[in-house]
């Protein structure tokens, strides 16, 4: 099922903040233990949209899910890597919208002149009612190949749980790499979605 990508805004954070809600109660797919309040919610999104591209998926007339880009790392040399951030409604997966809605990113993050795609992904020992692989195999349809792992290094609901770094390059490295324009100034801002 397709769905319309689109820009967030401010007024979407509590719906997404639901979304997100869900994830934190239910899931170790992060690492957050409480849910963060909706102005703090909202302040995390302002913050992102001040370079980063954070997008929507509606159907149905309501979001289904968001995707969002930041800093790899807060040095400079680090400008054209970012990692990136996928969540979907619960009844949303495996239709297709999370492939949509990354794709959607990945331009708008091609555009800026960001070259490095990289993906965090909560990875159990074994699976578990609280963790699966699926962002694992969702991030290798995508095109990421695992680069790093990190053993046992988050704790939640009393089960230890791996970090698996993720990679995909997006564009091509050179010794003179022009420098990345910030998301709302970045080419083809108007004709994105």
Same mark, same amino acid.
């Given at each position: *099922?397709?769905?319309?990508?689109?820009?967030?805004?401010?007024?979407?954070?509590?719906?997404? &903040?639901?979304?997100? !809600? @869900?994830?934190?109660? $239910?899931?170790?797919?992060?690492?957050?233990?409480?849910?963060?309040?909706?102005?703090?919610?909202?302040?995390? *999104?302002?913050?992102?949209?001040?370079?980063?591209?954070?997008?929507?998926?509606?159907?149905?007339?309501?979001? $289904?899910?968001?995707?969002?880009?930041? #800093? &790899?790392?807060?040095?400079?040399?680090?400008?054209?890597?970012?990692?990136?951030?996928?969540?979907?409604?619960?009844?949303?997966?495996?239709?297709?919208?999370?492939? $949509?809605?990354?794709?959607?990113?990945?331009?708008?993050?091609?555009?800026?002149?960001? &070259?490095? &795609? =990289? !993906? @965090?992904?909560?990875?159990?020992?074994?699976?578990? $009612?609280?963790?699966?692989?699926?962002?694992?195999?969702?991030?290798?349809?995508?095109?990421?190949?695992?680069?790093?792992?990190?053993?046992? @290094?988050? @704790?939640?609901?009393?089960?230890? =749980?791996?970090?698996?770094?993720?990679?995909?390059?997006?564009?091509?490295?050179?010794?003179?790499?022009? #420098?990345?324009?910030?998301?709302?100034?970045? #080419?083809? =801002?108007?004709?994105?979605?």
């Amino acid at each position: *099922m397709d769905g319309a990508v689109r820009e967030a805004r401010l007024e979407d954070a509590e719906r997404i &903040l639901e979304i997100y !809600a @869900c994830y934190v109660r $239910q899931t170790a797919v992060t690492f957050e233990y409480e849910v963060p309040t909706l102005e703090e919610f909202r302040s995390r *999104m302002e913050h992102t949209m001040e370079r980063y591209p954070y997008l929507v998926i509606e159907a149905g007339g309501a979001v $289904q899910g968001y995707a969002y880009a930041g #800093p &790899l790392k807060e040095r400079a040399a680090y400008d054209w890597s970012c990692e990136t951030t996928i969540y979907l409604d619960r009844g949303a997966r495996r239709r297709g919208m999370g492939r $949509q809605l990354y794709e959607a990113l990945e331009d708008a993050l091609g555009r800026m002149g960001i &070259l490095n &795609l =990289y !993906a @965090c992904v909560a990875s159990p020992e074994g699976e578990d $009612q609280y963790l699966t692989r699926d962002s694992e195999a969702f991030h290798r349809r995508m095109g990421y190949r695992t680069v790093g792992e990190f053993r046992f @290094c988050g @704790c939640k609901f009393g089960r230890w =749980y791996h970090t698996v770094w993720m990679e995909k390059v997006i564009g091509e490295r050179r010794p003179d790499q022009p #420098p990345v324009v910030p998301y709302p100034a970045s #080419p083809g =801002y108007e004709d994105r979605f």
